[in-house]
């Protein structure tokens, strides 16, 4: 009997799968690593801020720049909180606030990607920070009358003007509270937004003022000349002096008890701003510069005066 025998000789090719980290990690939307979000307490518990359309996705390239790969796939991110405070909660790359609190939190996020180099399939990784704050529902603040409206999902702006800016400024108390909660409102999302109001508690759902009446109360230094309305307490401007750089603390009170005559006393106190006086220059404003070998002097001009040659 023969014992016959075969054989026969072939390559196999098999996909070697790693990891590598990432040379370089960055935001799709790159100007979107930042964002101030207020609570919506009508809807505390729904997810409502979609932190990935915000970020756009996470870009990864390899440490020798010769691949790169865009994540934007939810399954592939994923949001931890790093440092500061623990505001919000992160569900299915969508955020809600879960604080009543003003703070700061910074989140990691966390991308992977599949790219395919010499025949193997390597699994990029990467993070990136982004940082989240969060102002308190209803936070009252003096600001310069049309500038807070255009400042949605930043922080609540500083009450500053520059060394050479001599324009009278009209002011008013603003209120923080979400985009889905604020004043003839179209979106439900969680972004800051500034109402300029006439009352503690902004407006209900009529668009209709309500609380008790807030005003702001100060006194003109040696920086700031301030306009008050008739009843001799309630601030309506401010004007920089010229005289350098310095500060002014505004009260922002609200009605509190009424008297006899059935008025407002305005004995609560809500909260406080600080007015500045920067040492900055504001190269657009009107000045005049006067040069003395190495000394220069710069002074301010209002608008609508011109200088003297």
């Known amino acids: 009997m023969a014992l016959i025998t075969s054989s026969f000789s072939g390559t196999f090719a098999f996909a070697a799968s790693k990891t590598e980290k990432a040379g370089s990690v960055s935001l799709v939307n790159s100007d979107n690593d930042e964002i101030t979000l207020v609570k919506d ?24 720049k010769e691949e790169s790969i865009t994540v934007t796939d939810e399954d592939d991110l994923s949001f931890r909180h790093a440092k500061g405070d623990s505001l919000i909660s992160v569900k299915d790359g969508k955020a809600r606030v879960k604080t009543d609190k003003t703070g700061t939190e910074t989140i990691m996020v966390y991308a992977e990607g599949e790219i395919t180099r010499d025949d193997k399939d390597v699994t990029l990784k990467g993070q990136i920070e982004i940082t989240v704050n969060v102002v308190k529902n209803g936070t009252l603040f003096v600001g310069i009358v049309g500038e807070p409206e255009g400042e949605t999902g930043n922080e609540i702006p500083n009450l500053e003007v520059s060394y050479n800016d001599l324009n009278t400024k009209e002011v008013g108390v603003y209120r923080a509270t979400s985009e889905a909660q604020a004043k003839d409102s179209k979106t439900d999302g969680l972004r800051a937004t500034y109402e300029l109001v006439t009352t503690v508690d902004g407006y209900d759902e009529k668009g209709e003022p309500t609380g008790d009446p807030v005003r702001i109360e100060g006194s003109t230094n040696n920086r700031f000349e301030l306009e008050k309305a008739e009843d001799g307490e309630s601030v309506t401007t401010m004007t920089n002096k010229g005289k350098g750089p310095g500060t002014l603390k505004f009260t922002i009170k609200s009605g509190g008890s009424k008297n006899s005559d059935g008025e407002w006393k305005f004995n609560e106190t809500e909260d406080t701003t600080t007015a500045t006086v920067l040492k900055r220059i504001d190269v657009t404003a009107n000045t005049t510069i006067d040069k003395d070998g190495s000394s220069t002097d710069i002074t301010p001009i209002p608008d609508g005066m011109n200088a003297v040659q």
Do not use: S, W
Request: proline share 0%; net charge negative; glycine share 8%.
């Open 41 to 64: 307490t009508d809807d505390a518990n729904n997810y409502k801020f979609d932190l990935i359309n915000f970020i756009g996705g996470v870009e990864l390239t390899t440490a020798d």
